[in-house]
């Protein structure tokens, strides 16, 4: 078993070899972070228009989640100091009161083509409907590579809203987030539904508000994991419930409290070469799925098994083959950190991962407030702006928390001051 201990206070070096001693990286993965292997900008150039450079983030480790009885080291890409350390700290209270459990609802992506001028909407709804079976049909045959991998058009609905008619197709795009799969289908079914409707194609092209695609992740903490005096663990406890209720009535508390969640999404979205900005818009549109912007998760206190439970859905409509996925060696080492995951499996980790992420900041507002953990990390920050060495960085970081200010020209002072007077004692 792998021990984690003092993982954080290790170098990025040791980290490395930590992983690779430890079978959790491939020697050539290893490879790759020991020689920093980026992007090359020739492939870059391929992925984009007028490329002038390439941009690099910290890539970090939350090891150690423990999802459906099987432990995984998730891959973080995030410039924000907190995220990985909450996560990893959440990750380790709830492996101890069992993990995360999670649930796949459905993996298929939607497709729509909107139609307009039908002079009888009711008779164009029917003529569309009557022919579906060769709608289907004739999706499938605009892209029969997926239906040889078992994927391909599942589904065909009609809704009437306002002076639209809208199709939608439901199609399995198996491991791809099938974006362009998908709008081939839609692009190839709009002839035969303007024939069939009598009317005309605004647009075809698929949904990033993914419906059919969502995923569940649940978990449970037990209270002396909140603390470890019980009556401060019951009180804990209710204030995460309160929380809760109040991120689903408060639109303003919602879209912080969502943003938290996505902290830890956008990051091992990021570090698996996926689009973030479609799981950011199908998530915050099924949070105003009510009609009022609400808070994704929902957390409740259970008295009586002396538990908080979690509970997370979004549509997750993630890939593992397909895009830009293969292209970066960033990427190709994150899937074999995660042990090269299938795409339901990849989409259960990381709604779990935005669940940890959403109890750790949870739990730090009703508890000391969020700026208690956030000030170290900030602080280191700032030294690093100044221009700190790795060994100038701990007395700078102490003496910044003891200072009045907490800001970039107290940090340069104080490393003056250090560089200036090397053998002074420092408290």
Known sequence: MVSWTGFAKKSPQERRQALKNNQALSPASFEKLNKEELLPLETANQMTENLIGRLALPMSLAPDFLVNGQTYNLPMVTEEPSVVAAASYAAKLIKRSGGFTTEIHQRQMLGQVALTGCSDWQSAKEAILAGKADLIDLANQAHPSIVKRGGGARELTVEQKENFLIVYLAVDTQEAMGANMVNTMMEALVPKLEELSGGQSLMAILSNYATDSLVTAQCAVDLRFLSRNKEEAKKLAEKLEQASQLAQ????????????????????????GNDWRAIEAGGHTYAAASGSYRGLSQWTYDKEAGKVKGRLTLPMPIATKGGSIGLNPSVTVAFDLLGQPDAKTLAGLIVSLGLAQNFAALKALVGKGIQAGHMKLQAKSLALLAGATEREIPPLVQELLAAQHLNLETAQKILDDIRNNPNAKRT
């Open 249 to 272: 009535i408060d639109p303003y508390r919602a879209s912080t409290h969502n943003k938290g969640i996505f902290n830890g999404i956008d990051a091992l979205v990021l570090a698996t």
